[in-house]
Each structure stands twice: as structure tokens, then as C-alpha cells.
């Protein structure tokens, strides 16, 4: 009975203090913005502060419940505040009165900023990856290095041109299907489509679909003359 009244007590206790509740983006990726250990700790003890209501917490509290020195959490702090993790505010109360408070939101935007630059250089990565193999499509297809004058002007497609790898390769397969290894030819295929508005996959391929069948209901209804050979009136005989 006894230890068990003790668990119970413990249990309470336990309630009592609460919880903190922290994004796990910032467990994935504080290493990735910077952040040190020590400085996780002292951020995850303003966030324990702030969310019980004390928004601007004595340091001297920090320090004993990270058992650091004092001397120690003021650099911290400084750091935090250095790297964009957290911001000292001023704001005005109730009576009038200016507080300070630690702006804790600070670390999403410092987490966005660093998340973007990741997805930018993953884009640009693939992005340059797709170009290399378009220049080996077209080598492969002509059977030989392409020439720096192709390179420009495969260049001169995509950046100045504006058209997608994608669109390229498609253009490349069709001037293939008609063994017509020439860039002018492409050059006019890429031209024409954009005339007709096709700039994915998608838009080439209903195109080429809806003329093919266009084309085979033409051949289907050509009707075949029947052969009749001429009669010979003077041979009537």
C-alpha cells in the first residue's frame, strides 16, 4: 500500500508540472541551422517558461535548471539571438508598462529560409542533371559529339526559348521517327508547337494522338477505285 500511495503521489507530481510541446522540425533540424546542443537545451527551457506563462524568464533560473553557470547562459543567449533563433521584444501591458519577451517563433522563419534553400538546390541539382542527359539523347541519336554551335543552340532553347527538357527530347524523337537528323528541323518542330500552345508532354501527345486519328479516319475512308479494263469495241467480234 505504501509504495503504492508513493507512485500515486509521484503520478500527481508528475501532472503538475505539464508538458512542453515543441515542433519536431526543430528535433530534425537544429543541427542543420546552426544550433549547438547547449543552445537547444536553452531554448527548450524558454519555450518550457513561456508556454506556463512567463514569456521573459530570470537567466539565473535557466542556469540552475540546466545546472550551467550563469556566466555560461548569458553567451548562449547571445548566440541564440546571433543566429535567429529567438528575438528579445518590447511590448506594452495592460498598465501602459513596457516588457520585454522572448520571440521564440523566430526559428520557423530561420527553419523556412533554410528549407527553401534545400529544395532550391535539390531543383537546380535535377534540373542540371535533366540537361546532361538531353546532351547525351542527342548524341546518342546523331551518333557523334555534338558540335559547340548544337550545344548554344540547345542552350538558346531552354534558357532564352523557354522550352522544358521535356519538350526537347519529344522534338528530338519526332525529327528521329522522320530521319531528319538536322537541327533546323527540330528548331521548326519546337516552333510549331509553340504555335499550338503545347508545352508538356501531355499537350504533345493528345496532339499527335487526336492527328493520328485523324489520319487513320482519312484512310479508312478513302474509297479504292476498282480496276475496269477498257472494252475493245473494235473487237466485238
Not at 503520478?11 to 512542453?20: C, F, I, N, P, V
Not at 500552345?197 to 476498282?226: A, F, G, M
Amino acid at each position: 500500500m505504501k509504495g503504492r500511495f508513493i507512485s500515486m503521489l509521484d503520478l500527481q507530481q508528475y501532472l503538475a508540472k505539464g508538458q512542453t510541446s515543441l515542433s519536431n522540425l526543430v528535433l530534425d533540424y537544429y543541427k542543420k541551422i546552426g544550433m549547438t546542443d547547449a543552445e537547444l537545451l536553452v531554448y527548450l527551457q524558454l519555450l518550457k517558461y513561456q508556454q506556463k506563462g512567463n514569456a521573459f524568464p530570470e537567466l539565473s533560473k535557466l542556469a540552475k535548471n540546466l545546472a550551467y553557470p550563469l556566466e555560461q547562459v548569458f553567451p548562449l543567449i547571445e548566440s541564440l539571438i546571433a543566429k535567429k533563433i529567438i528575438k528579445i521584444e518590447t511590448v506594452t501591458n495592460k498598465e501602459g508598462q513596457a516588457e520585454d519577451w522572448y520571440n521564440l517563433n523566430v526559428i520557423y522563419e530561420t527553419l523556412s529560409i533554410y528549407l527553401e534553400q534545400v529544395a532550391k538546390k535539390k531543383k537546380t541539382q535535377e534540373s542540371e542533371a535533366t540537361v546532361a542527359d538531353l546532351f547525351k539523347s542527342f548524341e546518342s541519336e546523331f551518333g557523334r559529339a555534338l558540335s559547340p554551335v548544337q550545344y548554344e543552340e540547345i542552350q538558346k532553347w531552354l534558357n532564352e526559348d523557354q522550352y522544358s527538357p521535356e519538350i526537347i527530347q519529344l522534338a528530338l524523337r519526332e525529327a528521329v521517327l522522320n530521319q531528319a537528323y538536322s537541327f533546323t528541323y527540330i528548331d521548326r518542330i519546337l516552333l510549331d508547337w509553340e504555335r499550338k500552345n503545347l508545352k508538356s508532354k501531355q499537350d504533345v501527345q493528345r496532339y499527335q494522338k487526336v492527328r493520328q486519328n485523324k489520319k487513320n479516319e482519312v484512310e479508312e475512308t478513302e474509297e479504292v477505285l476498282p480496276h475496269i479494263p477498257l472494252y475493245n469495241w473494235l473487237d466485238s467480234e
